[in-house]
């Protein structure tokens, strides 16, 4: 069996760590002294000298203890490259992103009115599978690139577009995984059981009026219990999503293990996709900045772990965003690197005086070190039109 990486706060004495041969110079912080983990006491030495992540070998370890817990953090797998290109699975998505976000509305309203038809959800969430089968980074960046009116139901699909990407890499497959998608899917359904003076207030909320807001988790979880054959990982999903590792959540400040899978995972999706979308009180925040506030959340609403993560998979700067390199040239985020997350491959779009390079130039900044990210930049700042580039015909095909 392969070695699996896992971060050090995880390690529990028993395990074989390895030594994969990475370098120092691109992996600083990964802990590669090969041999069994012998007690607690030595893991708080290697998380006291700043190791974040290290291999360890299944076969050569010691089996957990029964009752010991599986953390969700160390269930990561690696997944295999995109089976199609970034701009033909942003083509064939374009359009079906946005009706997806319609339908959704149109099920949302329908619910408000209070007929909830759960069911003719699932072939848009079949569909949503599948593209993120053949290429996760369509979905992820169409999410973030386009903008809607309504922020609730866009909002809604984008949760579950994450949900789905990030229970891929953590080993959901198959029903599982589409019911992981189905629950992000409705995380706010219950919603729909709120006032849209409040729900749509462009200003804080009053004490009063959040107390009715917090309630939507658990509103929306019994709308759910109300139809037939809703699965209990589901309903926990919607229930949970804004519970906290701390126990600092809501609504029923649930802490550590007794928050489920779905909701742990949907709870990362839905704070990241709330941070980086335009609210009626707030303007959207830069998809690379939002990942760093959540960094600062870390063990505290997220199990240790967890979002690290999920910053790995979407990356630093996220497929889909526009930044500055050293030289004054200005491209596109088209392929993450988990391996050297600040080192993705770019379509540099526009030269340092700003005029177009047609075509468009891929570079990968992990093999061309002259070039270096200085910063994302804001969508709304851009010169050009993130979407159109990276779909038109000229572009080289990157995965
Ligand atoms: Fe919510």
């Known amino acids: 069996m392969p070695s ?151 909002h809604c699909v984008n949760v579950s577009i994450f949900s789905v990407v990030f229970g891929r890499h953590l080993g959901f497959a198959g029903e599982e995984l589409q019911r992981l998608g189905m629950s992000a899917l409705f995380h706010d359904i219950g919603k729909m059981r709120v006032p849209p003076t409040i729900l749509n207030a462009p200003r804080s909320l009053t004490s009063n009026e959040f107390a009715i807001m917090q309630k939507h988790a658990q509103i929306g979880a019994e709308m759910l219990a109300e139809l037939p054959g809703i699965g209990d990982d589901i309903l926990s999903g919607v229930a949970e999503h804004h519970e906290r590792y701390n126990g600092q959540g809501y609504p029923h400040k649930k802490k550590g293990r007794q928050i489920s899978p779905f909701g742990c995972i949907i709870s990362v999706c839905d704070v990241y996709d709330a941070l980086s979308s335009k609210r009626v009180y707030k303007e959207a925040i830069p998809p690379t900045k939002a990942l760093s506030i959540m960094y600062g959340m870390r063990g505290e609403a997220w199990e240790p772990g967890l979002v690290e993560l999920f910053i790995k998979i979407l990356g630093i700067y996220p497929v889909g965003t526009p930044i500055t390199l050293t030289s004054g040239l200005q491209g596109i985020v088209t392929h993450s690197n988990p391996q050297a997350p600040l080192y993705p491959q770019v379509l540099l779009c526009r030269d340092r005086n700003g005029r177009h390079i047609k075509p468009p130039a891929s570079v990968d900044l992990a093999q061309q070190h002259e070039f270096q990210i200085i910063k994302a930049l804001d969508k709304k700042t851009v010169s050009f039109d993130v979407l159109s580039i990276l779909t038109e015909e000229s572009v080289p095909h990157s995965s």
């Open 4 to 154: 699996i990486h896992i971060f050090t706060k995880d390690l529990r004495p028993g395990m074989y760590i390895v030594q994969t041969g990475e370098s120092w110079r691109d992996k600083p912080f990964l802990y590669a002294k090969p041999g069994r983990i012998g007690s607690k006491e030595e893991i708080a030495e290697i998380l006291r000298q700043g190791f974040l992540e290290a291999f360890y070998d299944p076969d050569r370890s010691e089996q957990p203890k029964e009752g010991e817990p599986d953390l969700l953090a160390s269930r990561q797998v690696d997944l295999p490259e995109p089976k199609i290109p970034l701009r033909e699975e942003l083509k064939a998505q374009e359009i079906a992103y946005t009706n997806c976000v319609d339908s959704m509305q149109h099920i949302m309203e329908e619910a408000r009115g209070g007929h909830l038809d759960f069911k003719s959800a699932e072939p848009l969430m079949s569909d949503i599978v599948d593209s993120v089968y053949r290429n996760s980074d369509a979905l992820t960046s169409l999410s973030k690139i386009k903008t809607h009116d309504e922020y609730t139901f866009a």
